[in-house]
């Protein structure tokens, strides 16, 4: 019994030595572990932070911040001094990064990678060595109202500045040709006008240089003359003007100058930017002056090329020969084309057969600024479809057939281009800077001053550029130049046509139709702070005109009509439209057919209509019918 507490008082004593000398071991580890820093903390790794990034896509700041192998909380703070309020998932543009990795003591590099089927951004994305460009012949578009000499004019340079070693060939109309003056070569754009030009430009190609705007002395300024101006300067290529008929009884050319002028199309001698040569295409008197200022402008342009690299460039016109199949007029903007080269136009392919100019002389090579006719694709391309030459026929059939599929898939998935929501996304993105905006209106003093209300709002680094702003109806050459442009169209007080709105639904246009100028400012200004959030957004029911008029005394004006787009509904609200211009907005006092009242009456009927307080109906005048639908916010 009494040596059983001796074992036990034995034990506890092994039990508290060994502890002691696991804790005393411990302490000794981590004091040499933590090299001083005490007994709680884990040694700390130093950290290497990069020198450089490499980025290809968009990051958000969690992503930088891996990178850079920075906490998070350390690049919101920075963009919080900065003034931007940023979480870890908000998504930041290059400038964004550049000024973040500047702080830290980084050198960001944004890598490109571009889509071996996307030639339009390989072509945009080349880069050639300086010793390898030369100065290539600059590329002139005439443009113009109708009968102001434009196609004269194309055919006088043609006839008298033809080299003596091109003669013998047969012309042929490719769409475009080239001429000799003073030794220097100038490629001549024969297009139907504007429209083509803006259609090319729609598609993405910019092809021009230098615009030639013809204006008849006699005439002077007309609407065509001051579309052909808007298209001009949203292509941001010089204007050379040519005063056409100063030979001609009752020429004023000073007037010509004064109406451009007020165009904002200034004469240099006026100290303005823009050359002016007076001319006669019809006897050619002034034309060398007016080819010799074309390639002053040239030269101020230094425009070059590089011929060594593979070619590539715009088609010009395209068509279907039922002799020789799908035929090509291809402007060449870099390198040289060569018979027998293979090629991909647009999601067409095809190795060149025969290649002549607009001589139809046959060519073996040729070099940009160059156009020229080919034979030898699969089918008929588009015009403003870029073209790129490859090394081999396998390889363009392969990139052609995928671009197909692609362009098959987008079609189907195809929604409206660019509407104001969408800018108002983008904005909000940080995807756009500037919201391009076309002007109509049923009035001189309200599109001025509508113009002038939108160029002034302000919102933060957004900006609102007026391309256009002008009295009447929308045209369809509208349409185009705001598809070019990705430009929105305003009008006031004016409504488009159903053929104009449908023709602006395929172009991918929007048309923001308003009578009160403070709503639409709202409206703009709300997208450019990127928080567009509309409610209640009108639809066009139907249209019908006015045929017959039928006055009765206790009812008013009944309208005789036939339903022209969509349907007219009972209780819709209602339009009057004389000559493309708003006359009276109300609601349909009643419908009917025959001599029964209908809830609906479909296109192609005739029906008979009344507006509510409303009596002044003339034959020829447009009924529209609208309603207003709830439009389910997103945000």
Known sequence: MANKPQRRKNTNT???????????????????????????????PKVEYPKEITYSTQLSVGQLAELMKRNSS?????????????????????????????????????????????????????????????????????????DHGKTTLLDTIRNSHVTSGEFGGITQHIGAYQVS????????????????????????????????????????????????????????????????????????????????????????????????????????????????????????????????????GTVVEAKLDKGRGPVATLLIQQGTLK??????????????????????????TAGPSMPVEIIGLNEVPQAG???????????????????????????RNATSARSLEDMARMISEGDVKEINVLIKADVQGS?????????????????????RSTVGTITESDIMLASASNAIIYGF?????????????????????????????EELEGAMKGLLAP????????????????????????????????MIKRDSGVRLIRDGIVVYTGKLGSLRRFENDVKEVNQGFECGMTIENFNDIKVGDVIEAFEDQEVKNDD
């Open 14 to 44: 092994n039990n508290r030595n060994k502890n002691n000398n696991k804790n005393n071991n411990n302490r000794n580890n981590n004091r040499g572990r933590n090299n001083g820093r005490g007994n709680n903390y884990a040694p700390r």
């Open 74 to 146: 350390e690049i919101i703070k920075f963009l919080f001094m900065l003034g931007n309020m940023s979480t870890i998932n908000t998504t930041l543009s290059d400038e964004d990064i550049e000024l973040i990795c500047m702080n830290f003591n980084v050198t960001p590099h944004k890598e490109i990678i571009i889509d071996e089927d996307d030639i339009e951004e390989q072509i945009s994305n080349r880069v050639f060595d300086e010793k390898d460009l030369v100065s290539r012949p600059p590329v002139v578009t005439i443009m113009g109202h109708v």
């Open 181 to 312: 003056v003073s030794g220097k070569k100038v490629t001549f754009l024969d297009t139907p006008g504007h429209e083509a030009f803006t259609a090319m430009r729609a598609r993405g190609a910019q092809i021009t240089d230098i615009v030639v705007l013809i204006v008849a002395a006699d005439d002077g300024v007309m609407p065509q003359t001051k579309e052909s101006i808007d298209h001009a300067r949203a292509a941001g290529v010089p204007i050379v003007v040519a005063v056409n008929k100063i030979d001609k009884a009752g020429a004023n050319p000073e007037r010509v100058m004064s109406e451009l002028a007020n165009e904002g199309v200034m004469p240099e001698e006026w100290g303005g930017d823009n050359i002016f040569v007076e001319i006669s295409a019809r006897n050619g008197q002034g034309v060398d002056d007016l080819l010799e200022s074309i390639l002053l402008v040239a030269e101020m342009q230094e425009l070059k090329a590089n011929p060594k690299t593979l070619a590539s």
């Open 339 to 364: 018979a027998a080269d293979s090629l991909v136009v647009g999601s067409a392919y095809g190795r060149i057969r025969k290649m002549t100019n607009d001589r139809g002389q046959e060519l073996k």
């Open 385 to 411: 479809d870029v073209f790129m030459v490859y090394d081999s026929y396998k390889k363009a059939a392969e990139i052609a057939q995928s671009r197909e599929n692609k362009k098959i898939e987008r079609e």
């Open 447 to 467: 599109a001025e001053a509508l113009k002038a209300s939108v160029e002034k709002l302000d919102v933060d680094t957004v900006k609102v550029n007026v391309i």
């Open 493 to 521: 007080n004016i409504r488009p046509t159903a053929a104009i709105r449908k023709k602006a639904e395929e172009e991918g246009v929007e048309i923001r139709l308003h009578n009160i100028i403070y709503k639409a400012l």
């Open 535 to 566: 409610v209640y957004e009108e639809v066009i029911t139907g249209q019908a005109e006015v045929r017959q008029i039928y006055k009765v005394s206790k009812v008013g004006t009944i309208a005789g009509c036939y339903v022209t787009d969509g």
